[in-house]
Every structure is written in C-alpha cells, then in structure tokens.
C-alpha cells in the first residue's frame, strides 16, 4: 500500500489525528467474544466478571480503564469506555476515534475540547493514546499557548509520533494552543473487546465474583438479553477451596491462584457454554 502523503496527514491533525489515512472501515458482524483468554492469568475485583460469554452484533474495540497522565506539567483524566475500532489497516493497525471526554486534573484549569484516537499494532499489547486539537484554558477564559512545548530532542525518543515516515514531535500546533502528543497505555489499562450494539438481540452470559468466607468462594451467575438481566436466568453459587482450586459452572473451569474479599486471582482453563 502507497504511504499517504505525510503533508496532508499534518494538515488534518487539527480535528482529528491521521483522519483520512486509515484504508479499511470495520463494519458490524454477529460475533461471540469469550473472555479472558484461556489460559491468561488475570484478576478481578469483588462485583466484577470473571467470566464472560457474549454473543450479538457488534465490532472490535478497546475497553480503556480509567487513564490518568501528565503532559507538558498538567494532569488529565480519560474516564474508562469501550470505543469502537473505526478503522483497520491492511497491516493490522487498529483505531478508534474519540472526542471530548478529556478532563483536566489540574484547579483552575478547564479544557475546551479535546480529540484522540486510540491505536495498536497487529501484535501490541496495550495501546497509544494519540492526542490533538486539545486546547486548555485558564482560570480567566484565557488560551495557554504552547504549553507543551520545551526542549524537543529530549521528547523525541518518548514522545515522537510517526506519520508516513516522517517523525513528528511533541508540541503545541504551530506554536498554538492545540496540543499534540502521544500517551503509552499498558495493557492491563488497555483491552481489545467486542463492542455489541444494543438491538435487543445480544445475549450475554457471566459469572461474577462476590467474595470469600474462610475457605468459601461466592459467585452469581447471570444471562441478560439486550441490556437486561432476565432473574429466572440467575443462580447464586458457593465453592470450597479446601476441596479444590478449581471451580466449574456450565462448562467453564477457573483455576483460583488466590482469592480475597477484595480481589481474585484466576486462569480459565475453558469458557462458559453458549445456551
């Protein structure tokens, strides 16, 4: 594929970064997501699935957790979401765009719109969280100009954002008030997961861990239909651990590393059943 022109790449970054460079769009499909991975060592918190089984319509996304950073001396915060890849290269490049839900960390400090775009490689864990057309302003209503700017070769290495070969640094757009960086997010901060549209026909199953007593483990399992749970579908469950590591509910196998009143520990060694 002929590298796009990086000129008219630079061009567009004031609304959204690379808008017009991608190549493939990603169109919805019925889909069955299973997750996590067999065989991943993960955890979750008390209220929260350890197991999930969906199937409906939908497409790829990125489950974003809460995300703090700093750039340029000012904190942000981008409140977790799942955003829909919008588009996929035909090296495996996936993106998804999202606006406006940047907030500043900083008293007194207010942001008056923010673009970004999500991004990962074909093999990245985690992803990038590319920035641009993010303007902040004071506590009079006044722009601040060039507050990302400052000693470019030092954040060329951590910073830099390559577009068509070219690398383009860190730093306010033309010496304004629109910021333009990139934020690496870790993969435990930064999922692939299917993201199924609401049409009243995505069935989901899960099991959800509710906590430990002495050698005890609570769990509900639940089915919703749409966006809501269906209670005839439900059912309470409790294991003990001094019987076996391994728990087990409609075909799935969990193995349990440790569990607490707060987190647990596991590796699915199968999934759920689909019904």
Not at 64 to 85: C, M, N, S, T
Request: hydrophobic share 30%; proline share 3%; charged share 20%.
């Amino acid at each position: 594929m002929k590298s796009p022109n990086w000129l008219g790449c630079i061009a567009a970054i004031g609304s959204v970064f690379l808008a017009g460079c991608q190549t493939t769009g990603v169109t919805q499909k019925l889909h069955t997501e299973m997750h996590p991975p067999i065989g991943q060592v993960v955890s979750a918190e008390i209220g929260e699935s350890v197991l999930e089984r969906t199937r409906g319509y939908g497409a790829p996304g990125f489950r974003v957790k809460d995300l703090e950073f700093e750039q340029g001396g000012y904190r942000f915060f981008l409140p977790g979401a799942l955003y829909q890849i919008n588009y996929e290269s035909q090296d495996g490049k996936s993106t998804a765009y999202g606006y406006g839900n940047i907030r500043s960390l900083n008293e007194g400090i207010s942001i008056s719109g923010s673009n970004f775009q999500l991004i990962s490689g074909p093999t990245d864990s985690g992803c990038t969280l590319q920035v641009s057309n993010l303007n902040l302003i004071d506590r009079d209503g006044k722009l601040i100009t060039n507050w990302v700017s400052g000693d470019q070769s030092e954040q060329q290495d951590e910073n830099a954002i390559a577009i068509g070969g070219r690398t383009i640094l860190s730093g306010s757009i033309l010496r304004g008030s629109s910021a333009l960086f990139a934020v690496d997010v870790p993969d435990d901060q930064c999922t692939k997961r299917y993201k199924f549209s609401d049409y009243g026909q995505t069935f989901r199953q899960e099991l959800i861990y509710l906590g430990r007593s002495g050698d005890e483990l609570s769990f509900k399992y639940r089915e919703f239909s749409g966006s809501l749970a269906r209670p005839a579908f439900s059912a309470d469950l409790k294991y003990d651990l001094s019987e076996s590591q391994t728990i087990g509910y409609r075909g799935a196998r969990i193995d349990v590393i440790e569990a607490g009143n707060q987190v647990i520990r596991y590796q699915v060694q199968s999934n759920i059943q689909g019904i």
